[in-house]
Nanobody
């Protein structure tokens, strides 16, 4: 059974930082690309960032570029999202997601975790 368990969310002041983690199990982590997506209160899902199976290729949404960094530790089956210079508009539930292949050009996301809540407020 595929499981994705996020952690690391919380309340942070504007300008602060958080590091989200996602521990994966039930599949060969090193074979699949991964992603972070988010959902702000009352809004739809919004893609944040992708990383390929080996970790050597990443992409970011415009709002994340330069502030967020996606990474993975394949030895620990763990995906990360380092978020710096956080803004109130970054407030959302953050989900990690698994792609159905080693990249994202030809594959969709097929599993999601339950999310971790990030609140940016003073």
């Amino acid at each position: 059974e595929v499981q994705l368990v996020e952690s690391g969310g919380g309340l942070v002041q504007p300008g602060g930082s958080l590091r989200l983690s996602c521990v994966a199990s039930g599949f060969t982590f090193t074979s699949y690309a991964m992603a972070w997506v988010r959902q702000a209160p009352g809004k739809g899902l919004e893609w944040v960032s992708n990383i390929n199976n080996g970790g050597g290729s990443t992409t970011y949404a415009d709002f994340a570029q330069g502030r967020f960094t996606i990474s993975r530790d394949n030895a620990k089956n763990t995906l990360y999202l380092q978020m710096n210079s956080l803004k109130p508009e970054d407030t959302a539930m953050y989900y990690c997601a698994k792609y159905a292949g080693n990249g994202w050009f030809n594959y969709g996301m097929d599993y999601w975790g339950k999310g971790t809540l990030v609140t940016v407020s003073s």
